[in-house]
Nanobody
């Protein structure tokens, strides 16, 4: 599976952005996609995850209530709607995918395919 992320940019505190991640080459609906982020000088952090079948989502506590993951099955695309952005949301955002489901979905080493990352900068 190849992933292409897009939609990053510069936004003011309190603003919104929507990221997209398009998957190509997917061969099964037993599939999951996730968003991670990496701030300067920090490790990669789990943001949220989507089960492709059923569209179940889970989020990190730090973004719960502000970020929403959705998908467009026809476009093989997952979205991350980010509202009420804070300076601490500044990071490179990565999408990831895998076949099947794992309990440790928050662990980056459980994911097999990664997109190239898109920069999100929130200015105060």
């Amino acid at each position: 599976v190849q992933l292409q992320a897009s939609g990053g940019g510069l936004v003011q505190t309190g603003g919104s952005l929507r990221l997209s991640c398009t998957a190509s080459g997917r061969s099964s609906n037993n599939f999951a996609m996730a968003w991670f982020r990496q701030a300067p000088g920090k490790g990669r952090e789990f943001v949220g995850v989507l089960k492709w079948t059923g569209s179940t989502t889970y989020y990190a506590d730090s973004v719960k209530g502000r970020f929403t993951i959705s998908k467009d099955s026809a476009k093989n695309t997952m979205y991350l709607q980010m509202n009420s952005l804070k300076a601490e949301d500044t990071a490179v955002y990565y999408c990831a995918s895998r076949y099947g489901w794992v309990i440790r979905y928050y662990a980056e080493n459980e994911w097999t395919s990664w997109g190239q990352g898109t920069q999100v900068t929130v200015s105060s």
